[in-house]
């Protein structure tokens, strides 16, 4: 089993509409989490990190689920401009390694 | 916020040749930086942990005489690819972290720089 695991996709959703992602992670002992985004032939930039309790940034919402051992990022009201990579990345406990999961690519469509 | 510059952005070698990219940390000091590779539509791969006044630290499978890093200073790690073949053609991305904050406020990374050799 690959420690961080994401659907490739690609997703297609149009404009407007609300998107989901899931990412499993293997280490139980996990205890950072976070979603980057990637542009294309770019470098990836931090979207949002993941707390226990949830959290919220605008449209965005991201969500840890430890019993079940997955995070995963709402997208609300979809613009052209979150078409890129979303990143799943976990931190295994005691270490500074970041584990980067291979991407979901979004295409929001007009 | 935390800034981290990474340069060139882009290079073209020969086979054979040596080629190093600098990771800097401009408005903090960096103890550690990591090293990343990514080649075209697959996830980054972690290939080294730069260490400022000590050896890198490599992950398997990833040649340390190949890839040469050095963390002389505090805001400064470099990587050189040396005997640069074809098949090290892949974006190499570096992340750093103002002391204690990566775990919590994630890692920032450099712009990258897209190496091709020929």
């Known amino acids: 089993r690959k420690e961080v695991e994401q659907d490739p996709g690609p997703f297609n959703v149009p404009e407007g509409a609300t998107v989901a992602f899931n990412c499993t992670y293997s280490n139980s002992a996990s205890q950072s989490f976070f979603w980057y985004r990637q542009d294309c032939r770019k470098e990836p930039k931090l979207l949002m990190s993941?707390?226990?309790s949830g959290n919220e940034d605008g449209r965005f919402t991201a969500q840890l689920n430890r019993a079940s051992q997955y995070i995963s990022l709402l997208i609300r009201d979809s613009k052209l401009s979150d078409s890129a990579t979303y990143l799943c990345v976990v931190n295994p406990s005691g270490t500074y390694k970041y584990i980067f999961g291979t991407g979901t690519r979004l295409k929001v469509l007009a | 916020g935390a800034v981290v510059s990474q340069h060139p952005s882009r290079v073209i070698c020969k086979s054979g040749t040596s080629v190093k990219i600098e990771c800097r940390s401009l408005?903090?000091?960096?103890?550690?930086m990591f090293w990343y590779r990514q080649f075209p539509k697959k996830s980054l791969m972690l290939m080294a942990t730069s260490n400022e006044g000590s050896k890198a630290t490599y992950e398997q499978g990833v040649e340390k005489d190949k890839f040469l890093i050095n963390h002389a200073s505090l805001t400064l790690s470099t990587l050189t690819v040396t005997s640069a073949h074809p098949e090290d053609s892949s974006f190499y991305i570096c992340?750093?972290?103002?002391?204690?904050?990566?775990?919590?406020?994630?890692?920032?990374f450099g712009s990258g720089t897209r190496l091709t050799v020929v």
């Open positions: 993941v707390y226990s």
């Open positions: 408005d903090f000091q960096a103890t550690t």
């Open positions: 992340s750093a972290s103002p002391p204690g904050q990566g775990d919590s406020y994630g890692y920032t």
